[in-house]
């Protein structure tokens, strides 16, 4: 019984604030570009490999987990990445998994400015488990697992320089109306970041990340990371929420008010550990949330280091 009611009140949150999590939410993106823009595939000229696990809402049964896998390089002397994006977003009752090929064109804009165009073909399956809500005589739930199967595709835009980055991208752009399912609204991602030296070795880096359906109110990420001796990221996030292109009333939920502690360690040339802790602000904030990421370079034979530092 008291897994059906905790089944049941997350079912009823999150049709509030369907909204914030039709996308799975990541903290670290910061350093997974790729994870919200495909024009950043290939960004980085190596082959990077990036995996992390998130626990959101610890202590809420059936609260939001999801794992990523991303994985892109480059081709064509360093001018076109191409990546795959695997997810998998567990909700109390509801799995979405996804699989997105990632194909980015970078174009030379100066000698030290690249602007590149993405596209991410893909498939996203959508499963929703009804024996776990422990409920057989409600013929609107279903006794065992539903799945539905359907193509989706993004697309995004990305300028950066060896300091300034600014980048936009959708997704959730292919709809089908006839689904039995809600359909997830399309979302617009807007990102831009700056880095500066503080120091020979600290350097600052500010940015803000807009999220945008344009039927719930605008999410905001207003961060700030420190760089030290270029290999520790030390920084935190900002999340709030704010009518833009609408005037909807905005609750504890819409608010969706935290704070996001976040590090990354570049253990060796290769090798990257990151770890971020999320506090809610708002009605929730007993609830935190962890979030755990590795990745690794690998390189050429022919090089030794990178051509410039990875700011972002």
């Known amino acids: 019984m008291k897994m059906r009611i905790c089944y049941l009140l997350l079912a009823l949150l999150l049709t509030t604030a369907a909204s914030a999590q039709q996308n799975p939410q990541y903290s670290q993106y910061i350093f997974n570009g790729m994870a919200i823009n495909p024009a950043y595939t290939g960004s980085k000229n190596v082959l990077n490999v990036n995996a992390f696990h998130r626990s959101q809402w610890t202590g809420v049964e059936g609260a939001p987990k999801t794992q ?15 990546g795959v994006h695997l997810t998998r977003d567990e909700i109390g009752a509801h799995i979405t998994t996804s699989a997105y090929a990632n194909v980015a064109v970078k174009l030379q804009v100066s000698e030290k400015a690249i602007f590149s165009l993405g596209l991410a073909p893909g498939l996203v399956q959508h499963t929703v488990d009804g024996s776990k809500f422990g409920i057989i005589d409600d013929p609107t739930i279903p006794t065992g ?3 539905t199967i359907k193509p989706d595709v993004k697309i995004g835009a990305y300028f950066h320089t060896d300091r300034f980055y600014a980048g936009f ?22 990102t831009a970041g700056y880095v500066m030296d503080l120091s020979p070795l600290v350097k600052l880096k500010p940015s803000l990340l807009v999220k945008e359906d344009f039927h719930a109110p605008t999410s905001m990420d207003l961060n700030a990371f420190i760089l030290l001796a270029d290999r520790l990221w030390l920084g935190s996030s900002y999340r709030t929420s704010m009518n833009v292109f609408n005037d909807a009333e905005m609750g504890d939920v819409e608010k969706r008010t935290a704070v ?13 550990l990151g770890y971020s802790y999320d506090k809610m602000l708002n009605g929730y904030s007993n609830q935190s949330t962890h979030e755990v990421s590795v990745g690794y370079y690998f390189f050429r034979k022919k090089e030794t280091k990178m051509m410039t530092p990875q700011y972002f």
């Not at 064509?76 to 191409?82: F, I, K, V």
């Not at 959708?170 to 089908?176: I, M, Y």
């Not at 990354?264 to 290769?270: D, F, P, S, T």
């Open 169 to 190: 991208s959708g997704s959730d752009l292919l709809q089908f109306n006839d689904m039995d399912q809600v359909e997830p609204e399309r979302h617009y991602y807007f």
């Open 260 to 272: 996001a502690f976040i590090g990354e360690l570049q253990v060796l040339k290769q090798l990257r």
């Open 68 to 82: 990523s896998l991303a994985v892109d390089g480059v081709v064509a002397n360093d001018r076109l990445g191409l």
């Open 145 to 147: 697992k539903e799945t």
